[in-house]
């Protein structure tokens, strides 16, 4: 037992100090020269006051302004936002069918002329730099590149898990990208060349659209850079509730993925899964850790419970105020639990036959 004991303690503290051994060191990703064109892709189901935030900050990015296009594909139909495309120069295309983020998604790449396809929710706003790390990134053996996304509104138990879940999910992105030299994207933020996306076939329809692409890319050998200079700013769920459903939908589609993937190798559904192979999940084993080292003495387990603490204060403190840095152990607990219960929601769901349908996560 005690060498049992022993070894995954040894297993997950090599995990934890792996990752925070890739975070500390400092990051110099390969850089290029030339200025590639950008379409900014924006599928919107949001109200007009939240889009225009979006576009200013596209207009206002520290990059030549004539080289950027956006796209907005709209669900809504609704008059503010047609203005606000108008005001900031944004092409508009209706989306009619409403049959989904990624069909809407593949509305705007026919209608895009740039080089380069950039991908924004309507309520993330990227920092003035993301397009010069974009740029300055891509290359034909990086053709994708990622970045971080962190959440603004503050106050309540959802804001405050969600927050923390954005900077913790691309965790895994540096271990993955110094590890394995290719990384995971999520639904928002990440930018690839348009003719490696056409050459793919664009986005398939489901629930997790960004999941599937993830697979095809590792298919393909198209590596991903995690870049943390693209940064974004986004709304996050501002109750407990809309958090939920949201990542139901999320579980959902990743077990769908996973389990088509099922006859590839293991490799495959880690490195196409950030989602599920987030550091998040890693926290749920941290009472396992703090058992075996109360029952066995064992040092080992101690230690990768501090290093996952580590871990979790040291990207809040990067990224949100000092006091969630102090709770960040607290809130990253918390965060798994909350985590474990949505996959056992939705494992029970399946179990009886109940579908979990594409969800749209209000933002106010």
């Known amino acids: 037992m005690a060498d049992i004991a022993a070894l995954v303690g040894a297993g997950f503290t090599a995990v934890y100090a792996a990752m925070l051994l890739c975070m500390l060191v400092p990051y110099e990703p ?12 924006i599928a919107n189901a949001e109200k007009g006051r939240i889009l225009r935030k979006t576009l200013a900050a596209i207009r206002a990015a520290d990059y030549p302004q004539r080289s950027i296009e956006i796209i907005v594909i709209d ?13 900031y120069r944004a092409k508009i295309c209706r989306d009619t069918r409403c ?17 380069v396809l950039y991908f924004l929710d309507a309520d993330t706003t990227p920092e003035r730099g993301a397009f010069a790390a974009i740029a300055s990134s891509l290359s034909d053996e990086t053709p994708v590149v990622v970045g971080i996304t962190i959440g603004t509104n503050k106050g309540g138990m ?17 271990l993955f990208s110094r590890v394995f030299m290719t990384a995971g994207i999520g639904g928002r933020n990440f930018a690839i060349y348009r003719k490696r996306l056409m050459h793919l076939g664009g986005f398939r329809h489901g629930l997790t659209e960004d999941i599937n692409l993830n697979h095809r890319l590792f298919h393909s050998k198209s590596r991903i850079l995690y870049h943390p200079g693209v940064r974004g700013s ?11 459903r949201q990542h139901e939908r999320w579980v959902r589609g990743c077990i769908g993925e996973v389990g088509k993937a099922g006859r ?9 899964f950030p989602v599920v192979v987030t550091v998040v999940y890693f926290y749920a084993f941290i009472p396992l850790l703090a058992a075996l080292f109360f029952f066995t003495g064992n040092a080992l387990a101690l230690a990768g419970v501090a290093a996952a603490m580590l871990i979790a204060m040291y990207q809040a403190a990067r990224y949100l105020t000092a006091a969630e840095t102090i709770g960040a152990p607290f809130i990253a607990s918390l965060l798994a639990l909350f985590s474990i219960g ?13 579908p979990i349908s ?5 933002k106010k």
């Open 30 to 41: 390969r850089r290029r020269a030339g200025r590639p064109t950008f379409s900014v892709l």
């Open 234 to 244: 986004e709304l996050v769920p501002s109750e407990l509730g809309h958090m939920f």
């Open 342 to 354: 949505v996959v056992l929601v939705v494992l029970a769901k399946m179990a009886l036959g109940i």
């Open 75 to 87: 669900s809504t139909g609704e008059k503010d936002v047609a203005r606000a495309a108008r005001t």
């Open 158 to 174: 959802a804001p405050l898990l969600a927050r923390l879940e954005l900077v913790l999910l691309p965790v895994a992105n540096y």
């Open 264 to 272: 590839t190798d293991l490799m495959s559904v880690i490195l196409m």
């Open 358 to 362: 594409w969800y749209k996560t209000p």
């Open 99 to 115: 049959s989904g983020k990624g069909a809407a998604l593949n509305i705007g790449i026919r209608k895009a002329g740039n080089e």
